[in-house]
């Protein structure tokens, strides 16, 4: 069992649209989650990191946690072609760990 | 220079050769961490460092023999690997090994066995 899983995608949507990107997790002892961003051949860049239930804004980011059903979200609102990326969730228990990345496409 | 700086950029290398990848944290972090990345894998935890003392070695075949001789600096030797050790390396660093703040990554070492 994957101890982190997202969706490996592709998702693709429309310029100005919501991305809805999903994540769950196998360790209850897991206390902090995070959401990276990685460009093509960049190294992966931190963007959002969660650690209670509910919800958390940060721009036009929204991370959601819900610790009950394992599961993590990242909401983009009005999505630029910009956000063309892989976007990496990782949970923290004892250690960091990381699900496969989900790559999102914007397109104009 | 601030972040995390990993040198070099690529790398290709012969299965007999021996290399050695560095990274070096400019940001007073106590953990520094080693994971690889492959296509359509997870990121994978190769080694954790804390205060230069090796903490987790995660079923890392020999052919790695990671180095931390301060906290400031980390190396990963390379020996006789194979092509299916061909990857992203990525080096990352932390205030402490447990933090609630994420982990900070270099821009890599992009590694070719042939």
């Known amino acids: 069992q994957k101890e982190v899983e997202q969706n490996s995608g592709p998702l693709s949507v429309p310029e100005g649209a919501i991305a809805s990107l999903n994540c769950t997790y196998s360790?209850?002892?897991?206390?902090?989650f995070f959401w990276y961003r990685q460009y093509s051949g960049k190294s992966p860049e931190l963007i959002m990191s969660?650690?209670?239930?509910g919800d958390k804004e940060d721009g036009r980011f929204t991370a959601q946690l819900n610790k009950a059903s394992q599961y993590v979200s990242l909401l983009i609102r009005d999505s630029q072609p910009s956000d063309s990326a892989t976007y990496l969730c990782?949970?923290?228990?004892?250690?960091?760990?990381f699900g496969q990345g989900t790559e999102l496409s914007v397109k104009p | 220079e601030t972040g995390v700086t990993q040198t070099p950029r690529h790398l290709v290398m012969g299965m007999t050769n021996k290399k050695s990848l560095k990274c070096e944290q400019h940001?007073?972090?106590?953990?520094m961490y080693w994971y690889k990345q492959s296509a359509k894998k997870p990121l994978e935890l190769m080694f954790v460092?804390?205060?230069?003392?090796?903490?987790e070695n995660n079923s890392v075949p020999s052919r790695f023999s990671p180095e931390c001789p301060n906290s400031s600096h980390l190396f990963l030797h390379l020996h006789t690997l194979q092509p299916e050790d061909s990857a992203l390396y990525l080096c990352?660093?932390?205030?402490?090994?447990?933090?609630?703040?994420?982990?900070?990554f270099g821009s890599g070492t992009r590694l070719t066995v042939v």
């Open positions: 969660i650690y209670s239930n």
């Open positions: 460092y804390s205060l230069e003392e090796r903490v």
């Open positions: 940001l007073g972090h106590n953990a």
């Open positions: 990782a949970g923290q228990g004892g250690k960091l760990i």
């Open positions: 990352a660093s932390s205030q402490v090994v447990r933090t609630p703040n994420g982990y900070t």
């Open positions: 360790d209850r002892g897991s206390q902090s």
